[in-house]
């Protein structure tokens, strides 16, 4: 998967790096490309936000350093089989901007996102993007705001780092083992079970015994009844209705 995003604070993304994407992008699973918008302004202060237009607080993205950005983005996947007619052409790409006006970021959307060929993520900051620029987006590529939940960020990066860790981790080859993915939070629409280790009693806490009798249907009964008591006390709305 190839994934570009689009910020001003480029230094986010350091953190890409390391631990398990790191791994996949050194494995070539996944490309990711950081663009620093500024490098699209042609001032010589770099703008890249105004007043807004109609009054009131705050600063709103301008149009035309984004206007470029994307250009130089999409124009990429446009001519990757013209550049070198062996590669296939590349896949549509869906651009992803981070909004709290956007619809909710969700374990379900996480997987389908992974199987995108390629993803562009724009991170506003200050109030917000000037509303021709999702337009123009939507003109060129497939376009979704996307917000992680209900509070408010100061931009797009944190959201966009945790995305793409929930979206990467879904790669086939980034997570070494495939069959831990299934049996977690969200997954099946429920919490996941509480999970236990050697010792089998640590500072006066035991675990349950039934998880140490070697009896796989009582486990898994136990398993399912601890995901069901978790999700009814602390998240009911992930529960079908009675
Ligand atoms: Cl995706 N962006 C911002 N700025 N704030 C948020 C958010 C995103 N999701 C929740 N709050």
């Given amino acids: ?12 993304f350091g953190v890409l790096d390391v631990s398990l994407l790191g791994r996949a992008r050194e494995d070539g699973i996944l490309d990711v490309q950081v663009h620093d918008l500024r490098a699209f302004t042609h001032d010589r202060h770099r703008t890249v936000d105004d007043k807004p237009y109609g009054g009131g607080a705050g600063m709103v993205m301008k149009p035309e350093p984004w206007g470029e950005a994307l250009d130089a983005i999409l124009d990429l996947d446009a001519t990757a ?8 052409p590349r896949d549509a790409p869906l651009v992803i901007f981070p909004s709290p006006a956007g619809e909710v970021f969700t374990q379900a959307m996480a997987r389908e996102l992974s199987t995108a060929g390629h993803l562009v993520f724009g991170c506003g900051r200050y109030e917000g993007i000037d509303q021709r620029v999702f337009e123009y987006a939507g003109s060129r590529a497939s376009v979704r705001l996307v917000s992680l939940g209900d509070y408010v960020l ?11 860790e929930a979206i990467g981790r879904l790669i086939p080859g980034v997570i070494g083992n495939p069959e831990s993915l299934v049996e977690e939070s969200h997954e099946d629409g429920l919490l996941e079970y509480p999970s236990y280790t050697k010792p089998a009693e640590w500072r006066g806490y035991e675990v349950p015994p039934v998880l140490m009798g070697g009896n796989h249907g009582a486990i898994a009964t136990w398993r399912r009844d601890a995901q069901l008591e978790r999700t009814r006390l602390v998240r009911p709305d992930l529960l079908p209705p009675e």
């Avoid at 998967?1 to 986010?12: A, K, N, S």
């Avoid at 089989?81 to 296939?88: M, Q, T």
């Fill in 1 to 12: 998967m190839r994934i570009d995003i689009v910020t001003i604070f480029p230094e986010y």
């Fill in 81 to 88: 089989g013209e550049v070198d007619a062996r590669l296939p």
């Fill in 154 to 164: 100061n931009g797009g990066e944190v959201a966009v780092m945790a995305m793409i």
